[in-house]
């Protein structure tokens, strides 16, 4: 049976989106799925049309690195915003297309099934 290694989650709600959780499993960082998985869910979510919202702790650089680059800015500080006292950054997306998806440079044996079940 296969294990999960990535999630995305997030909504849109009155034509805002949100991007609410984005992980990737320990072992398969740093190989652009967490960019693929956002890509994914942002685009489907309208982010061409909508503007987008997310928070992330003030010390996640590695996930502040990625939202950068998918064209969030920072527009506040969220006191206090986490469960253990620690604070988040708000980031904002204007509405507009997200740069080119680039897949992740695996081995053939390690690449995810794309779901079209052409192997390609
Ligand atoms: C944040 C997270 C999802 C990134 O996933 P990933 O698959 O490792 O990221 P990718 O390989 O797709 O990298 C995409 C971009 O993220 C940034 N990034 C990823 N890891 C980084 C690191 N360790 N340091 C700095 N930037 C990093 C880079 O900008 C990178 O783009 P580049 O390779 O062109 O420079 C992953 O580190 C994770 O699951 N962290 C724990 C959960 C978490 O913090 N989620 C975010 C909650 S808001």
Not at 10 to 37: F, I, P, Y
Not at 57 to 82: C, E
Not at 86 to 108: E, I
Request: hydrophobic residues 40%.
């Amino acid at each position: 049976m296969g294990a999960i290694v990535a999630l995305a989650a997030g909504c849109e709600v009155a034509g805002e989106v949100s991007l609410t959780n984005l992980a990737v499993a320990a072992h398969m960082r740093g190989r652009g799925l967490g960019r693929r998985m956002a890509v994914e869910l942002l685009t489907r979510l309208g982010v061409e049309r909508y503007p987008a919202f997310l928070e992330v702790r003030t010390d996640n650089t590695a996930a502040q690195a990625l939202y950068l680059r998918l064209g969030f800015i920072t527009v506040g500080l969220r006191k206090r915003y986490n469960s253990d006292g620690s604070d988040s950054l708000a980031m904002v997306r204007q509405p507009g297309p997200l740069p080119p998806l680039l897949l992740p440079s695996l081995p053939p044996s390690r690449r995810l099934d794309d779901g079209d079940g052409d192997d390609a």
